[in-house]
């Protein structure tokens, strides 16, 4: 165990003999002992001994100490107002972290202030604002094992969204959980820790929270038949147990912030169990099929930057959802990213989305009209979720009352409105009158932000709370009188009437003026130039009114909880309408995209349109990369034909002239179809796609022991294991990472398998240019290059895709334009000449017949920069000899060749 959980030793030997203060302390860090518990004291959240001294290097705060009977020991703190941003720090660096609040006033204790654990924070369960992405969500995971079947849950615990599904295979699994990157996850006996990413913290938990009894007497008290519900053993364990784990980062039972508390110091984890409240706002959980959404694996998710850029490049929201994303709420942004998170099969829900978008984009008030109104939406399901929790404000309904005024203008918007996906829409948005009716009158228009302090209910809501503040207000005014009357009274010109926190009312008489203060002036504080009194009457009246405020305070508080409570227990009505404004305001996204940037409606074609059956279909007229289009002036437009009879497209050209960006575009032009988009094209004519697979790019995992050629060849397998004819799969410069020949005869061999046992359609981008006489050999291959023309040594790139192998690969060229220094250029392209002459270029050994000229000249022209740089007598300094002899020639692009010896160059300049 980490030194800086759990109750230290030095307590735990004498913990009798701890002040009563510290004996607290010690038994909440042995009862939360997988936690680091932050205690408050006073204004600060404190850690002490082992955990003082490392939150201070975490958190680079000052190490201090603390002295009592029992010896000096480290103490480092927190100021509570600003706690968020440390613990977020210890989240990052892997903690989890238990809130010891205190749960009782300091006046209202005899003796230590009662202080219990109110809440876990961990990376999976957060609920505070400052510490969430409100653009998407946060899920915690659980993973158990019935068998051969493992079942997965997800729960978002700040809105209370709740997912189960379960597979036989692990790998499908391992793809759920790509889909939702949970930051934690707690995993059951006997369940594969490892699908999980190594960002992912896997938290241990009590395997009796498994156990598939009480797991299940979990559920019931959330879900009604979970037999039913769900689809086996494994996802009841799952379910059951991440319940119960977001019971337990819940804190102890405790009633509101004032913290009238009953804690259990039993260590029996099943009788805290037992004593939890359910969370109230965790109303339905849905079950879901992998297979009812087109599946994306972890590789595919980065490739086609659907959430996160390869490359920022000054454009860090270049992703797919960056440029479909125009919501106005962050429940239509969340709702967003769920869709393109989960791509839908089903045609009819796929059309269902179509037809919105395309009755939304075709009316631009109405659209116009809902943007607006929506941009008045507060996130309703963060909201109910704090409120259930009781950790609303009283601004935080009005937030909800606010929400809540906004939905009679969004019905009245969708009034007339003709698809059925926009009519249901319609009939969800409840406009909660009742709700927010009570709002309205228990709460002022502008609360503080404390709620114990009064000033948050509304005047006429409850008598007695007017009651209390007449009598205040009468004191007050006739203090506010008090100074003219006795000034009056008395003579004194000077007099004056004052409060101070400390003493009270009290009359200020000056030094020179004391002896016309009359008899029944009582003295109340001596200053330097003045006396301070009080009257019988002054005293009288100050205690109605320090009585009637407090009692005020009580009675708004209570009322506010009151109202809070039947706020909460709409909580079903509220996410039912939530659910109803954030599908509303993705739908309004999409087709607000649409209409701005002309994309087309998708045709989705079912199996008996199809001119052949069993495998897909794919018709791209004019399609234009969504990402990229956006961040270039312009972009050319290409098209895309495949089907049965042509489904395993070899593409050929230069670096830069566009390949990647054309696979890419058509991966995502389909994904976009899938979600209910319309897509950047002219026309579009598809087969709904079940997976997505893709090979692009170079990456290692030099952590894991794997080299840029073994990742490659790891998700090659993936690929032949799993892709099927219902399959669209990019590869792209498969077999770069090893020898020429190797490379060659690998990708040969993949494209032979693809085309001749998956039957998965196939977008094979390469640089090796014997793969086109394939086309000739495979049926339904065939090819298509990217044309260049090339003047006085120069190429100029079209960007357009045409039938046909590439006549070239334009290394030298490719090198130029990078900025490749001139010297090295020249000699490349005199070793392509020699070799076009038929002449052996010197220092290079014999050459593979399948490397492309440019490719064995710039690799010569390394080797013979290497052999000059390492020769005896030379003056190159022995470290950058040492580089030279260690560079992996085979392993490089000419490009990479060439950078690599322009930057030794530059060493060696300087």
């Known amino acids: 165990m980490d030194p800086a959980l759990g109750p230290p030793d030095a307590m735990a030997e004498k913990r009798d003999e701890l002040t009563p203060m510290m004996r607290q302390y010690h038994d909440l860090c042995a009862r939360y002992d997988d936690a680091l518990v932050l205690f408050q004291v006073g204004d600060f959240y404190e ?206 039972d405790h009633e509101g912030e004032r913290g009238e508390t009953e804690t259990d110091n039993s260590d029996d984890r099943d009788t805290l169990n037992a004593a939890r409240e359910p969370l109230g706002y965790v109303t339905q959980l849905t079950r879901y099929d992998p297979r009812e959404y087109l599946l994306l694996d972890a590789v595919a998710l980065r490739s086609l930057e659907l959430f996160e850029p390869r490359a920022v490049h000054g454009h860090e929201d270049a992703t797919l959802v960056g440029v479909l994303d125009e919501t106005a709420s962050a429940l239509g942004g969340r709702k967003l990213r769920d869709w393109v998170r989960r791509p839908l099969l089903e045609r009819a829900r796929i059309e269902g989305r179509l037809d919105a978008v395309e009755e939304l984009t075709g009316s631009v008030q109405t659209r116009e009209t809902l943007h607006e109104l929506l941009r008045g939406v507060y996130d309703l399901e963060r909201l109910i979720g704090r409120t259930s929790r009781e950790r609303a404000n009283a601004r935080d309904l009005r937030s909800l009352r606010d929400t809540l005024a906004v939905v009679p203008d969004v019905r009245a918007a969708l009034e007339g409105t003709d698809c059925d996906r926009l009519r249901k829409l319609h009939a ?82 000056t030094n020179p003026n004391l002896e016309s203060v009359p008899d029944d002036y009582e003295r109340r504080q001596t200053l330097k130039n003045s006396e301070r009194f009080v009257t019988p009457e002054l005293k009288r009246r100050e205690d109605e009114i320090v009585s009637a405020e407090e009692r005020a305070d009580d009675r708004e508080y209570d009322l506010f909880r009151d109202v809070r409570r039947a706020v909460a227990a709409e909580v079903e009505r509220v996410q039912t309408l939530a659910d109803a404004l954030a599908t ?9 995209v649409a209409a701005t940037y002309d994309y087309c409606r998708p045709e989705l074609l079912e199996d008996d349109d199809q001119k052949t059956s069993g495998g897909l279909e794919l018709e791209i007229e004019g399609g234009r990369h969504p990402v990229v289009e956006r961040t270039q002036e312009s972009f050319v437009p290409n098209d895309v034909q495949l089907d049965d009879d042509r489904r395993v497209a070899i593409i050929t050209g230069p670096n830069m002239s566009g390949k990647s960006t054309y696979m890419r575009q058509v991966a995502q032009i389909v994904l976009l179809a899938q979600v209910g988009s319309f897509v950047p094209a002219r026309g579009a004519r598809l087969t709904p796609v079940e997976r997505i697979f893709t090979r692009i ?214």
Request: hydrophobic letters at 40%.
């Open 697 to 910: 790019g170079a990456s290692d995992d030099i952590a894991g022991g794997r080299s840029t050629f073994m990742v490659e060849m790891d998700e090659l397998a993936t690929i032949l294991r799993e892709a099927d004819e219902r399959s669209l799969v990019l590869l792209d410069e498969v077999g770069r990472g090893t020898s020429t020949a190797d490379g060659v005869a690998i990708a040969q061999a993949i494209t032979e398998h693809v085309h001749d046992e998956l039957g998965a359609t196939t977008l094979f981008a390469t640089h090796h240019h014997p793969l086109t006489e394939l086309a000739d050999d495979l049926e339904a291959a065939f090819t298509l290059h990217f044309a260049v023309d090339q003047t006085d040594g120069e190429v100029v790139f079209h960007h357009e895709i045409e039938p046909g192998a590439a006549t070239g690969s334009y290394g030298v060229e490719v090198a130029t334009a990078a900025g490749v220094p001139e010297d090295v250029v020249e000699r490349a392209r005199t070793l392509v000449a020699a070799e076009a002459d038929g002449d052996s270029p010197p220092s290079m050994g014999d050459s593979n017949p399948t490397e492309s000229e440019a490719e064995r000249a710039l690799e010569a022209c390394l080797g013979e920069a290497t052999q000059t740089a390492t020769a005896d007598g030379g003056d190159v300094p022995a470290d950058l000899a040492a580089e030279l002899r260690t560079l992996d020639l085979a392993h490089l692009t000419p490009v990479e060749a060439l950078t690599e010896l322009d930057r030794l160059q530059r060493l060696l300049e300087e």
């Open 428 to 509: 969800d948005l409840d406009p909660l009158v009742d709700v927010r009716e009570l709002i309205d009158d228990a709460i002022v228009t502008t609360p503080p932000v404390e709620i114990t302090e009064g000033g948050i209910i509304a005047e006429g809501y409850d008598a007695d709370l007017d009651e209390l503040r007449g009598t205040a207000r009468e004191g007050k005014a006739w203090i506010d009188d008090l100074e003219q009357r006795e000034r009056e009274r008395t003579g004194i010109d000077s007099l004056k009437v004052g409060f101070n926190a400390v003493h009270g009312y009290y009359i200020e008489v």
């Open 584 to 592: 509303l305001d993705a739908l309004v996204s999409l087709s607000t």
């Open 47 to 252: 850690t002490f001994c082992a955990a003082a001294e490392r939150t201070a290097r975490l958190l680079e705060i000052t190490l201090t100490s603390r002295e009592d009977s029992t010896g000096e020991y480290p103490m480092s703190g927190i100021p509570i107002d600003n706690a968020e941003s440390y613990v977020e720090t210890l989240l990052e660096a892997g903690y989890r972290v238990a809130i010891a609040d205190q749960v009782e006033a300091p006046g209202e204790s005899s003796g230590v202030v009662e202080r219990a654990v109110t809440r876990v924070i961990t990376p999976g369960t957060l609920t505070e604002d400052e510490l969430l992405a409100s653009e998407d969500n946060t899920f915690a995971a659980a993973l158990a094992r019935d068998g051969d079947t493992l079942g997965l849950a997800l729960l978002d615990v700040s809105t209370g969204e709740f997912l189960a599904t379960s597979a036989d295979s692990s790998e499908r699994i391992a793809d759920e959980i790509s889909r939702f990157e949970p930051p934690e996850a707690v995993v059951g006996p006997d369940a594969p820790a490892d699908l999980f990413s190594d960002a992912c913290m896997v938290t241990p938990y009590e395997p009796e929270a498994f156990d598939h009894e009480y797991a299940r007497e979990t559920l019931a008290r959330y879900v009604r038949n979970p037999d039913v519900l769900l689809a086996s053993d494994a996802e009841i364990r799952a379910c059951g147990a991440l319940l119960s784990y977001a019971e337990y980062v819940r804190g102890g």
